[in-house]
């Protein structure tokens, strides 16, 4: 062996649990470029994370992590996880399941492997006097992982733009689809976040030790309304129509009737309960500057991939969520 020449360690192993969904394929996107990690990423469908099969230092893997066994496995050699999993619809029992049950096994397992760092990623307004199922589970996971004694950095995004996102696209094609559809919660506060800069932030996160037992607050460089957003989302798509403010009492007999549709709904009773809250940054705690992050603005970004989705490619958030995207 010659005198400069030396073994690198082996690059950090990171799992990441929902890391096919959209903030995950970003995330695994900037690891792979950064190239410092190993990435595991189970997920209960291969097909789920396609998107992720040309990346080469993801391995995704097909695990039911709400498995305690499989979860044990899945943490051996693991050197940090990211936990991303989360649901918008569900029953009291699934929001429990997914929410607040997972981040407990999660707590309890990467106690017993040894794993002590953890990133996890909240929500915005979460609380646990908060007015949605969502809200509130998403606050009891955020508290069973900060009480385990491991050392866990959480993230509390507001809503997430970025190319492929839910919300963008959804208030774009209904007004491609249904002209004039009546919307509640238009007045319904929002500082929409980069995909991006949620990704980076995870990184960062990572990347300093310090984040440790810290909440960082991730939101955008302005606040809209929902009522703004419907009217930016139409006209950087190309389709911009009249809205029409619907009474919040029977925006909830639409989105009970929306419940009742084949597939996930587009808008059900809990999201416009979670509306009833700002999802804007308190500024008590620390954001996106405090781990060297610059949040991009929504016009900055939005215009660019709401505007590209012409032809077919419009229709791609109808595919998605009739399981054909
Ligand atoms: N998107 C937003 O606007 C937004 C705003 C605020 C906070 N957040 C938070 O950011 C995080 C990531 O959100 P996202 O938009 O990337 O979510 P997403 O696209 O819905 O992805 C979530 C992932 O979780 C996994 N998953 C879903 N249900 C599961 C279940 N019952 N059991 C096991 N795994 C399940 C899925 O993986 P498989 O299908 O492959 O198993 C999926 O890829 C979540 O904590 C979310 O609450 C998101």
């Not at 695994?28 to 990690?37: D, F, K, M, S, Y």
């Not at 189970?42 to 993801?58: I, K, Y």
């Not at 943490?75 to 997972?102: C, K, P, S």
């Not at 909440?215 to 955008?220: D, L, P, S, V």
Request: glycine letters at 10%; aromatic letters at 4%.
């Amino acid at each position: 062996m010659s005198a400069t020449s030396r073994i690198d360690p082996p690059a950090p192993r990171l799992l990441v649990l929902g890391g096919t969904g959209f903030v995950g394929r970003t995330l695994c996107e900037q690891l792979v470029a950064q190239g410092r990690h190993r990435v595991v990423v189970p997920t209960r469908r291969l097909a789920h994370g396609s998107p992720l099969q040309p990346l080469p230092t993801v391995e995704l893997v097909a695990a039911d992590v709400h498995d305690d066994a499989q979860l044990a496995q899945l943490l051996g050699g693991v050197d940090a996880v990211v936990n991303l999993v989360a649901i918008l619809h569900g029953r009291a029992a699934d929001f429990q399941h997914v929410h607040v049950e997972l981040p407990q096994r999660l707590a309890a397992a990467c106690t017993r492997a040894g794993v002590r760092r953890v990133v996890h990623v909240s929500a915005l307004a979460v609380g646990a006097d908060a007015p949605s199922l969502y809200l509130r589970s998403k606050s009891a996971g955020e508290s069973a992982l900060r009480g385990s004694g491991l050392d866990v950095t959480v993230l509390r995004p507001s809503v997430i733009f970025g190319a492929g996102d839910r919300f963008l696209n959804l208030l774009a094609s209904l007004q491609a689809l249904a002209p004039g559809r009546p919307r509640a919660g238009a007045s319904a506060r929002f500082q929409p976040v980069w995909v991006a800069d949620v990704a980076r932030a995870i990184l960062a996160s990572l990347a300093q030790p310090q984040s440790s037992g810290q909440t960082f607050e991730c939101a955008g460089p302005q606040v809209h309304t929902l009522a703004e957003l419907v009217r930016l989302a139409g006209r950087w798509a190309g389709h911009a129509r009249p809205q029409i403010a619907l009474p919040m009492v029977l925006g909830y007999w639409q989105a009970r009737l929306l419940e009742w549709l084949p597939g996930a709904p587009l808008m059900s009773r809990d999201n416009l309960d979670s509306m009833r809250v700002d999802s804007v940054a308190s500024g008590r705690m620390p954001g996106l500057d405090a781990l060297g992050i610059q949040a991009s603005a929504l016009a900055a970004v939005a215009p660019g991939y709401l505007g590209a989705a012409q032809g077919c490619s419009r229709y791609g958030h109808w595919r998605a969520l009739a399981g054909r995207g």
